[in-house]
Nanobody, 121 residues
Framework: QVQLVESGGGLVQPGGSLRLSCVASGTIFSGRTMAWYRQAPGQAPGKQRDLVAHITSGGRPNYADSVKGRFTISRDNAKNALYLQMNSLKPEDTAIYYC???????????WGRGTQVTVSS
């Protein structure tokens, strides 16, 4: 069974930075496109989490327009780890961040607990 454990969130002021990590176990991580998703406070319970960024097995990244130029996704296949460097954070980045499989399969793994990111002065 696949387990995803996210970490690295916290409270940061606008303009600040955070680095999120995700460690996956129970899966062949290296061959999968992996992604970061987020769920903002107040979103309807049935609403899908927003795709923030994804990275192919070969290391090619893709970003949502809202984070392009500010966030950087990376991976370490040897460690089964996925990272998200977040710079120039804005209040609208406040959300719980999750990792999971990326497109085209989408988030097929069971969700982890996520990591809370709060951007506030």
């Amino acid at each position: 069974q696949v387990q995803l454990v996210e970490s690295g969130g916290g409270l940061v002021q606008p303009g600040g930075s955070l680095r999120l990590s995700c460690v996956a176990s129970g899966t062949i991580f290296s061959g999968r496109t992996m992604a970061w998703y987020r769920q903002a406070p107040g979103q309807a319970p049935g609403k899908q989490r927003d795709l923030v960024a994804h990275i192919t097995s070969g290391g090619r990244p893709n970003y949502a327009d809202s984070v392009k130029g500010r966030f950087t996704i990376s991976r370490d296949n040897a460690k089964n780890a996925l990272y998200l460097q977040m710079n120039s954070l804005k209040p609208e980045d406040t959300a719980i961040y999750y990792c999971n499989r990326g497109p085209p399969s989408g988030p097929t793994y069971d969700w982890g607990r996520g990591t809370q990111v709060t951007v506030s002065s």
